[in-house]
């Protein structure tokens, strides 16, 4: 005799098949698209209203050298922002005329990148920086293909200024190709502080302060802020292109999490 399932059992599986699969080709919209909308932001951008094509938006501008910006549909038909760079070309978007309560503030981006270059030793790479009134070009968030490890790792740095030009990276925080990561970041002025996390655990080996940093014995003081870029730039000559993707970007006086 057949055996007939109850209305509460055939429901229950019902909603099992109905559940969405995860993608991991893209981050998670459905919570994304709920940051710009948030009071009190400084600055946000989730690509969704921006027409899909040549990247560019009255909300920001763009710094390009042998490289490029694309808005375009990711695997779930949401919109990102392609970056592309030729060589040791740069392709940025610019946050400018930028303005933090107390020159403080916290970041958050969600970043793909297809590959780290791999040459030559110690290539230098940076995705976000920010500048202002002030010697030092802050860079929270780059990193380095260290060939002692033959491994590619995210460091903070900067240059220009008195500490000079480095990149405090660490074994601990692995550049991560192919995937997309969150990442955050606070920029704290009362001790000119660096924190990074990543996919929400923080890495403290990255984070960088007034006296504890990887540049020259003198203090690590930050500009005046007053523009964020994110993207990619390589300082040293390569022949490689490089492609990244950029999402759910904000700027804000709270952290903002993944």
Known sequence: MRKRLSTAVLAALL?????????AAGPNHDHRLKTCERAGLLFCEDFQHVPTGAGTSLKWGVDTR???LEVERDR??????????????????KVDDF?????????????????????????????IEATGSGPEVVRPLGGQYVPTLDKALW??????????????????????AGVWQ?????????????????????????????REHGG????????EFDTVKL?????????????????????GTDRIGC
Not at 15 to 23: E, G, H, I, Q, Y
Not at 102 to 118: I, L
Not at 156 to 170: E, F, I, K, S
Request: with cysteine.
């Open 216 to 223: 020259n014995q003198v203090d690590f003081l930050f500009p």
């Open 231 to 251: 993207g990619w730039q390589l300082y040293q000559p390569n022949e490689g292109s490089y492609d990244i993707w950029l999402d759910d970007i904000a700027l």
């Open 66 to 68: 042998n490289g490029s």
């Open 15 to 23: 909603s099992v098949v109905a559940l969405p699969v995860a993608d």
């Open 76 to 93: 779930r038909g949401q919109k990102v922002l392609h970056v592309r760079a030729e060589g040791n070309g740069r392709a940025f978007l």
């Open 155 to 176: 460091g903070v740095g900067a240059d220009g200024g008195p500490t000079g030009d480095w990149t405090n990276w660490r074994e601990s925080a692995p550049s991560k």
């Open 182 to 210: 969150c990442v955050e970041w606070r920029m704290d002025a009362s001790d000119n502080r660096i924190t990074l996390w990543f996919d929400g655990k923080p890495n403290p080996d990255l984070t960088v302060s007034t």
């Open 99 to 127: 303005a933090a309560p107390g020159n403080s503030f916290y970041g958050r981006v969600r970043v793909r990148v297809e590959a780290f270059p791999d040459a030559p030793d110690w290539a230098h790479y940076t995705l």
